[in-house]
C-alpha cells in the first residue's frame, strides 16, 4: 500500500526554527493533496496547512507568516518550514496525504504519517 514516514522533530527555544518531512513510499500513481496537521494535548487535530497538486497552498490563521508548505513531487515528499516558534506550537505534527495507488487496479485513499513531537521551550 502507502506508508508515510515523517521526520524533523525535536525540541526548540522560542523564536527558533524546524523543517518537517514527510516521504511517502509504496506502489504510488500520485499525490493529490498534502497537509500538516497538529494535535495538542487536550485538543482536537487541527489543520495547519495544505498544498494541491498544483502547488496552491494554504494556511491556518495561527500559522500563516510563519510556516511554510512546500512538496517535492520527484520525491513523494513534502515540508514543513517552521519559523518563529511558540510555546503555543508545541504539538504532535501530523502528514497527511491523498494517494492515488495501485493493486492491482487504481485506489485513492488517505494516508497518515506516524506523528512527530514538537516542542516549544526555553
Known amino acids: 500500500q502507502v506508508q508515510l514516514v515523517e521526520s524533523g522533530g525535536g525540541l526548540v527555544q522560542p523564536g527558533g526554527s524546524l523543517r518537517l518531512s514527510c516521504a511517502a513510499s509504496g506502489s504510488i500513481f500520485s499525490i493529490n493533496t498534502m497537509g500538516w496537521y497538529r494535535q495538542a494535548p487536550g485538543k482536537e487535530r487541527e489543520l495547519l496547512a495544505a498544498?494541491?497538486?498544483?502547488?496552491?497552498?494554504r494556511y491556518a490563521e495561527s500559522v500563516k507568516g510563519r510556516f511554510t508548505i512546500s512538496r517535492e513531487n520527484a520525491k513523494n515528499t513534502v515540508y514543513l518550514q517552521m519559523n518563529s516558534l511558540k510555546p503555543e506550537d508545541t504539538a504532535v505534527y501530523y502528514c497527511?496525504?491523498?494517494?492515488?495507488?495501485?493493486?492491482?487496479?487504481?485506489?485513492?485513499?488517505?494516508?497518515w504519517g506516524q506523528g512527530t513531537q514538537v516542542t516549544v521551550s526555553s
Open positions: 498544498i494541491t497538486g498544483a502547488n496552491s497552498a
Open positions: 497527511n496525504l491523498d494517494v492515488t495507488y495501485i493493486e492491482g487496479t487504481y485506489f485513492t485513499g488517505s494516508f
